[in-house]
């Protein structure tokens, strides 16, 4: 641990094998989620299909799903291709809202209904996109508090869609007490990425529907043939929902790898010093800046440091450099564009790629980056 410290601390790109992996029968005793959760967090999103069926007809018959293709010897999961926002906040962000939506009693369609409500948010930008997007489209006010990390483009469609958004210059930890603070009046809802069951809910049930898919293209999953998971993190949620439902599907047969950006490691800090968040990496004198900006933030999600504790298997941290690398190699040979932090797990398969068993990268985030940020980003620039 002392030396992961030190590795963390010097920016060097390091692997943490986590001490406290249980198994999954050990470690769900004292889970306060279940399989149930999952089962009424599908429900929701299937209770909503025919609505978004009609408003989104990129879904699958308002199915919000992404492929999963077989590179080389490595499974991708595309969710840089998920309908409606393009990233895997697709799953969680907008599942909250549907929630919220269902809570509140309205009926999809009933924009009247629901435009008393306000949503706010704070977000380094994919979570706001996906929230913005969503709760404009049902009806609701929304604010999102875009991080200084944020891009401009993704303010810009914000704004395009009727969304009200208010730019900070601190960073994301910055940005989320801002939006609390905010939130304080009536009528209004806040969706805190820094400590949400029904995110991190809305992520899991991707599990189920991978499960699927695997099934599909013949892969069996056992003891004999491991399924490894490489999901880039930032402050949890999102890889920590989809590992809490790949481990109710597959137990012990799968091991999730979250991976981090070596100037904000959150989630690897927290872990390993066993203070969640209650450590940022800004105490460890980092400066949280990475151009892997779905990962740019200084600490751990409050619900989720603790439940995926002894889930995780390890963390990796890579640098900007190893993200971008990827993310061009990925496009060069595959014509597929994903964004930097949506590259991240290949550095984690690289880490674990001797071990026995099917090792599958989840592709976080990417179809919505306009193409002139593309080229600068595959350094295209004419
Ligand atoms: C948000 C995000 C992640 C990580 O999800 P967290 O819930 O913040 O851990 C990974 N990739 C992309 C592209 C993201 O936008």
Redesign the pocket.
Known sequence: MSSTLSDLRAMKPTAWINPDLASFQIAQADLDLKREDIDEAEAVLLRAAPWLAENFPDTDKGIIESPLTLYGNVWVKLDSHLPISG???AR?GIYAVLKLAEDLGGELGDREAFSKYTITVAS????GLSIGIMSAAIGFKVEVHMSRDARAWKKDLLREKGCTVIEHEGDFTAAVSSARAASEGDNTFFID?ENSRD?FLG?AVAARRLKRQLELSGVEVSADNPLHVYL?????????GVLFGLKTEFGDNVHGYFVEPTHAPSMTLGLATQLYDEISVADIGLDGHTIAD??A?GKT?AFVGTRVKRLVTACVTANDETFVQDMRRFYGVHGIFI?P??A?GFSGQRAFSHLPGTHLVWA???AMVPVAEREALLGQKN
């Open positions: 990233s895997i906040k969680g380094t930008g994919n979570l990425d995110l992520y880039p993190c930032g402050v949890g949620g999102g890889p920590g779905g990962l933030v999600s964004e932090s949506a991240a976080t985030g990417g």
